[in-house]
């Protein structure tokens, strides 16, 4: 699956999770997507225990972030 189309997985739907970016229109945020990869969950792990995310979804979140750090600039990263 070439980039483009696994970047068709990442949807903004207002309707869904608040408008924030999901995985195909599951209520999936991409921000928890990637959570999970950083706390060292597995990606056999993550679609054991969410049955109806797919190995390109988990693909398509990490695409997205690696084009969101090619941003020329960033004012501020707060952490909580």
């Known amino acids: 699956m070439n980039s483009n189309e696994l970047l068709k997985r990442i949807v903004i739907d207002p309707e869904i999770c ?11 945020p991409v921000q928890n997507i990637l959570e999970l990869l950083a706390s060292g969950m ?6 054991e225990d969410y049955e109806d995310l797919e190995q390109g979804d988990l693909y398509a979140c990490l695409l997205f972030a ?7 600039s960033v004012s501020k990263l707060v952490t909580s």
Do not use: D, M, P, Q
């Open 18 to 28: 608040h408008g924030k970016l999901i995985v195909r229109r599951l209520r999936y």
């Open 66 to 72: 690696a084009r969101l750090a090619e941003t020329k």
């Open 42 to 47: 597995s990606n056999t792990e993550i679609l």
